[in-house]
């Protein structure tokens, strides 16, 4: 089954305690981002990446980093979590191309920073 | 820069009647346009999508045609059922990187 998994699903942390978030899609899409779900904002891309080793900010990066070795895996890390960062997280592939492609969306991951 | 404006606040209507989310845009182009929809405790899921200007994207009963000269692709359910609740997204495809840059969003809340 085509999809996109993000694990945890849900995390509980203290400020300052370095987490990871990982992305894994099965679709061998080039495309993978990360985005952050909050009330009355919508989503808001943090960083993106069309290919291995290819990542860019998106429109909220601070405090995030991302890296992609490998075309399936994109994790998201938060070196030093704080408060600002409880969110909903999504993680979403597609592919690239001259086309207009549906991004896959994973389940989602619901960060709590006390 | 690109961007998407929903109508503000919720929508809540009883079985059957008729669904109209507003959608505009400000692109530089012409942006591929879509909607997505989020159930309880899921991640988003395309609902359906248009590439150019009088396109009309259609999935389950929803409609939305592409407005070049109004800049707007208005979501539309001609008699909605209590499984359409859910979160609608409106979104552009930014062209050249596949960015997506989606509106704030529409909880729509369908009552028996």
């Known amino acids: 089954e085509a999809q996109v998994t993000q694990n945890p699903r849900y995390l509980i942390t203290v ?42 900010k998106g429109d909220v990066p601070e405090g995030y980093k991302v890296s992609r070795k490998e075309k399936r895996n994109f994790p998201l890390i938060l070196e030093s979590p704080s408060p600002n960062q ?29 | 820069g690109d961007s998407v404006t929903q109508m503000e606040g919720p929508v809540t209507l009883s079985e059957e009647a008729f669904l109209t989310i507003n959608c505009t845009y400000t692109a530089t182009g012409y942006p591929s346009l879509f909607w997505y929809v989020q159930y309880p405790g899921e991640g988003l899921q395309l609902l359906l ?46 062209y050249g990187n596949n960015r997506l840059a989606f509106g704030k969003g529409n909880q729509v809340v369908v009552i028996p």
């Open chain 2, 49 to 94: 999508k248009a590439t150019k200007a009088d396109d009309k994207g259609s999935n389950k009963g929803f409609e939305a045609t592409y407005r070049k000269e109004t800049t707007s692709f208005h979501l539309e359910k001609g008699s909605v059922q209590v499984s359409d609740s859910a979160v609608y997204f409106c979104a552009l495809l930014y």
């Open chain 1, 86 to 114: 409880t969110s909903l997280y999504f993680c979403a592939s597609s592919q690239t191309g001259s086309g207009s492609y549906e991004q896959y969306f994973g389940p989602g991951t619901r960060l709590t920073v006390t």
């Open chain 1, 15 to 56: 400020t300052g305690k370095k987490l990871t978030v990982t992305c894994s899609q099965n679709m061998n899409h080039e495309y993978m981002s990360w985005y952050r779900q909050d009330p009355g904002l919508g989503l808001r891309q943090i960083y993106y990446s069309m290919n291995v080793e290819v990542t860019d």
